[in-house]
């Protein structure tokens, strides 16, 4: 059993109907009526508890008045990515802040990503925080979990997939004739240490995104939003 909490990441749950819910928890009739109201069913069984209680199940503050337990995540197997037509893989490397994360996964579910690659351990895996951050887009997402990204990356190319990484020493992301519309594997690292050099070795193009000023970088959610998109609008 898992908890998930918020008005956006319940309703979309509800609407992705891929895992039940067992316990649902509301503060009041008039949140459990926006939830409603969000995921277009109606009408929802919950338990009123008041908003102390919910902090206590929910282990936030942030739960905007409902908290559902729920069946634990559906985790797809790496088959179901390469399958899907879409063919545009992200896969995040040791990343362990699960807003970073949530975040992530949220833009690359706009930017029509088909398939999300997470390490099985030293890395956050989805729980109630990546829900929350990722407004629910968690619920719609292929994510897979694997133990040896080198190896991913390995069948990845066997299947046409061209693999990309983001990194600072790369080509700028914004010229025009990078193969983007071949099915596609781009790999984003940790904002501290980047893409691993054994995945790097991995890659057939090193991407960066050109910036202007004195920083010499943006954190990992703003670096991913603005690649996903770029490599969106030239797929389309």
Do not use: W
């Not at 398939?115 to 407004?135: D, E, F, Q």
């Not at 240490?193 to 960066?208: A, E, T």
């Amino acid at each position: 059993m898992e908890i998930v909490y918020g008005i956006n990441p319940i309703a979309e749950l509800l609407k992705a109907n891929r895992r039940g819910i067992i316990n649902l928890y509301s503060s009041d009739p008039h949140r459990l009526a926006l939830l409603e109201k969000k995921s277009g069913i109606s009408p929802l069984k919950a338990k009123f508890e008041d908003r102390n209680k919910l902090v206590m199940i929910s282990g936030s503050r942030h739960h905007q008045g409902v908290v559902a337990e729920v069946e634990d995540y559906p985790y797809s197997e790496v088959d179901e990515l390469f399958k899907n037509p879409n063919k545009f893989i992200l896969v995040l490397d040791d990343l362990t802040d699960p807003q970073n994360v949530g975040a992530i996964l949220r833009s690359a579910y706009c930017a029509g990503v088909s398939g999300i690659v997470l390490r099985s351990h030293h890395s956050v895996n989805i729980n109630s925080t990546v829900c929350k951050a990722s407004a629910g887009a968690v619920e719609h997402l292929l994510i897979s979990l694997v133990s040896n990204q080198s190896s991913f990356l390995d069948n990845a190319k066997e299947e046409g997939f061209l693999i990309c990484a983001l990194d600072m020493e790369g080509t700028s992301i914004f010229k025009e004739k990078l193969p983007f519309k071949r099915p596609i594997v781009l790999i984003v690292g940790a904002e501290d240490s980047g893409v691993k050099s054994i995945l790097k070795k991995k890659c057939d193009l090193l991407l960066k995104i050109p910036m202007k000023g004195e920083l010499d970088s943006l954190n990992a959610s703003a670096a991913s939003a603005i690649a996903l998109f770029e490599i969106s609008r030239r797929r389309s």
